[in-house]
């Protein structure tokens, strides 16, 4: 792993670099008010979730309506809605990665996929090495479980392999088909669940090598993890039936915004920096209420959290993946010069706060 040192800003030090991200999505994208007529929800105190302004559309893979409405799924629909759309979306998101750079999967050498809404074994990693053409003796590990903030839990492994082995290629796949845990009980818990999370895949390509400069993306400088274990309870799949339910505390985003400053202190305090030094933030939607505590409590404004609230609005929370959308959308802003600073943080089950520097220098 990269060590905890302060970096050297006048230095040239060769650090992993994130060299191209690659999103996908279902085809179908439903608005709000979509899905409440396909699940014929007239329940005022439910549709009030889904009428919020800070979300107006998200891609799903839902089934096709039954007389106008959303039929009743087993547990091997959902099953199945999760490998398909892992092994359909996952494929794109690797091509979308890859071929800006001329590279296919034959070239990647150690492969990561995080997932948290569905259970295969064998992994992800399997699938795609048999469908995609990775090589067989390509180094892969599956993430499961650990939820929205899993995505920087699995670029911290990458990028110390790559960082170990100079010229050698990382691919992170997050695969969080969210509509595979839709449970619908009429529960004011799961209809706040249902109306925030949407399907998406992102790959993230790392390397470490001299010949990158600041235009191909940011180096990966340090990270800093933050488990709030008396919050351990606050998201979670429960059983609902015969199901897995996801369960959001409503407390949430206090438990979250309350504790941000501890992993930002620690980041920035080790590597001589103060928050006005950081020119960029990459931050996962995980919702309007969670994005207003972590703005609060680290001083931060709408323009700042600008890419995560667009992300939030036209695809809704997508889970591990969701920080790359958002650093795709400030990378086509076209605003980052050379020697820009940038956080990325991501929340989740534990409750728990992964945070990253990056760099955009040569």
Not at 28 to 42: K, S
Not at 66 to 81: A, M, T, Y
Not at 184 to 195: C, D, E, I, P, R
């Amino acid at each position: 792993m990269i060590a905890h040192t302060p970096p050297n800003q006048n230095a040239v030090s060769r650090r992993p670099r994130i060299v191209s991200v690659g999103t996908a999505n279902p085809p179908r994208r439903y608005t709000q008010d979509e899905i409440i007529e396909l699940f014929g929800e007239t329940d005022k105190r439910i549709t009030r979730f889904f009428k919020s302004h800070h979300i107006k559309t998200r891609h799903l893979y839902l089934p096709d309506p039954v007389n106008g409405k959303i039929p009743n799924e087993s547990n091997q629909d959902l099953s199945d809605r999760h490998m398909n759309g892992a092994l359909e979306l996952g494929p794109i998101a690797i091509e979308n990665c890859l071929k800006p750079l001329g590279l296919s999967p034959e070239d990647i050498d150690y492969l990561c996929c995080i997932s948290s809404t569905g259970f295969l074994c064998p992994g992800i990693t399997a699938h795609l090495t048999k469908n995609m053409g990775f090589r067989d003796n390509v180094h892969r590990f599956d993430i499961l479980g650990m939820g929205c903030n899993a995505g920087l839990n699995g670029m911290r492994p990458i990028t110390g392999l790559t960082h170990a082995n100079s010229g050698k290629l990382g691919l992170m796949l997050c695969v969080e088909i969210c509509s595979a845990a839709y449970v619908y009980n009429k529960s004011l818990v799961t209809a706040v669940v249902n109306s925030l999370f949407g399907d998406g895949v992102a790959a993230a390509l790392i390397r470490d090598d001299q010949s990158d400069d600041w235009q191909r993306g940011p180096q990966i400088l340090d990270f800093e993890s933050y488990i709030i274990t008396d919050a351990i309870g606050t998201m979670r799949f429960e059983l609902e039936g015969s199901k897995q339910s996801f369960f959001l505390d409503r407390d949430i985003p206090y438990v979250l915004g309350n504790h941000v400053e501890n992993p930002i202190n620690r980041l920035l305090g080790r590597n001589n920096l103060k928050l006005r030094d950081i020119n960029h933030w990459v931050v996962h939607s995980g919702g309007r209420k969670v994005i207003d505590a972590i703005k609060y409590n680290l001083g931060l404004t709408n323009h700042d959290m600008r890419h995560t609230l667009s992300v939030l609005k036209n695809y809704g929370n997508l889970s591990s993946g969701a920080f790359l959308f958002s650093y795709n959308e400030l990378r086509r802003e076209g605003v980052i010069r050379e020697g820009d600073l940038g956080v990325a943080i991501t929340m989740g089950p534990g409750a728990s706060i992964e945070t990253a520097l990056l760099s955009w220098k040569s």
